[in-house]
């Protein structure tokens, strides 16, 4: 019903930046949550940030003040700017899109950060 296709992923020095988007596309409910989690090796899935359709944002402890997480004009694609990078961050990154009583998931993209 829904599909999410991802992009941004890439190498980066610690200190750096990188900005990752998502867009959804098919069936998509007006009222939405969208948003942002990762998965290193070796730990389990953390939320990094999510976007309700009413702008509404959280993000993880770890990384406020340094990731931002917002929409496009056509409220369907959704960006995470990352900034302040650490070494900690690097996962893969997967986006999420919530209606109703679904929830969608991209495929994920790889975000390294060197030290």
């Known amino acids: 019903q829904v599909q999410l296709l991802e992009s941004g992923g890439g190498l980066v020095q610690a200190g750096g930046s990188l900005r990752l988007s998502c867009v959804a596309f098919?069936?998509?409910?007006?009222?939405?949550?969208m948003g942002w989690s990762r998965q290193a090796p070796g730990k389990q899935s953390e939320l990094v940030g999510r976007?309700?359709?009413?702008?509404?944002?959280n993000y993880a402890e770890s990384v406020k003040g340094r990731f931002t997480i917002y929409r496009g004009d056509d409220k369907n694609t959704v960006y995470l700017k990352m900034n302040s990078m650490k070494p900690e961050d690097t996962a893969v990154y997967y986006c999420?899109?919530?209606?109703?009583?679904?929830?969608?998931w991209g495929k994920g993209t790889l975000v390294t950060i060197s030290s």
């Open positions: 976007i309700a359709s009413d702008g509404d944002t």
């Open positions: 999420y899109h919530w209606q109703g009583s679904s929830v969608y």
């Open positions: 098919g069936s998509i409910f007006i009222i939405n949550v």
